[in-house]
């Protein structure tokens, strides 16, 4: 548990949504429309979550997920609306610092909708190798992690 | 099992490579000679025998000779602390992102709706 080590990672997901680049990043612009699919759900959530969408602005939530508490923190660094969002954020459990990312949605026309393509890269702190997440390996979840390792 | 940063970073090299990524698809689904890993690839042996050893030497794979034949089996302890890191996070957001999609469904007729066809 003392162990100290750090392990990088970067993913990027695409996805295509039927609606134009405004709403789509529409729905990350307010804590509204946001919260109807970032989560945490609003019930597990212990403080009055932050949200602060400009260059340099904060968003904060705070859940508890029993036993331990989560805290997500991210500070926005580019903002180019109905274009791109870059932000970085820090991942606590209790307060335990589990990870540092750096997150962009890019969000591209493709016809009358949006293709959006999300990338993070993140280091992730010691602490993590818990059995409890491990799981068993199949062919489906490593065809993930090809494309993940791709991308 | 898999303990060591460096270990999970050649855990991850290894499997950067597609041909390897094909061998331990193969692996995952049971035993396998070299040579049957070697069938559906477009390479030489000696080729698939360098992979196998990049397999070996982060942990994925265990290979045992009897006779002519090494035979090679999927440590799937390893496969599994790979997995988690990455997994964990890419479904977050994959799931995320389902929501998004039918988020937006939901609120096509909203006012903020731009032309469509």
Redesign the interface.
């Known amino acids: 548990m003392t162990?100290h080590?750090?392990?990088h990672?970067t993913?990027v997901?695409d996805?295509t949504?039927?609606?134009?680049p405004?709403?789509?990043f529409?729905?990350f612009a307010s804590l509204d429309?946001k919260a109807?699919?970032?989560?945490a759900p609003r019930e597990t959530l212990v403080t009055d979550p932050e949200f602060d969408f400009r260059v340099g602005g904060h968003e904060r939530f705070v859940s508890k997920h029993e036993p331990a508490t989560y805290t997500y923190d991210a500070v926005y660094y580019d903002i180019v609306p109905g274009r791109r969002i870059v932000y970085a954020y820090e991942m606590y459990q209790d307060d335990a610092r589990m990870s540092v990312s750096v997150a962009t949605v890019d969000l591209t026309p493709d016809g009358?909708g949006t293709r959006?393509s999300?990338t993070?890269q993140?280091v992730?702190f010691d602490g993590?190798?818990k059995p409890e997440?491990?799981?068993?390996?199949?062919?489906a979840?490593?065809?993930?992690?090809?494309t993940?390792?791709?991308g | 099992m898999?303990?060591?940063?460096a270990d999970?970073?050649r855990v991850?090299q290894a499997?950067?490579d597609?041909g390897r990524?094909v061998m331990?698809?193969r692996l995952?689904?049971g035993p396998a000679s070299v040579s049957e890993l070697a069938r559906p690839m477009a390479m030489s042996l000696a080729a698939v025998v360098q992979h196998v050893q990049v397999l070996e030497a982060c942990g994925l794979v265990r290979s045992q000779k009897v006779g002519r034949t090494r035979t090679c089996t999927?440590n799937?302890?390893v496969?599994?602390?790979?997995?988690?890191?990455?997994?964990?996070?890419?479904t977050t957001?994959?799931h995320?992102?389902d929501?998004?999609?039918?988020?937006?469904?939901e609120?096509?007729d909203?006012p903020?709706?731009?032309?469509?066809?």
């Open positions: 162990e080590s750090v392990t990672n993913f997901i996805r949504y039927p609606a134009a405004e709403r789509v529409a729905a429309a109807q699919w970032f989560g009358t959006l999300y993070e993140g992730y993590l190798d997440y491990r799981e068993h390996g199949t062919a979840q490593l065809d993930k992690m090809g993940t390792l791709a | 898999l303990n060591q940063t999970l970073d991850f499997l950067a597609p990524r331990v698809e995952s689904l999927i799937s302890g496969l599994g602390s790979a997995e988690r890191w990455i997994t964990e996070r890419r957001w994959e995320r992102l929501r998004l999609g039918d988020y937006l469904a609120t096509a909203g903020d709706l731009t032309g469509g066809p």
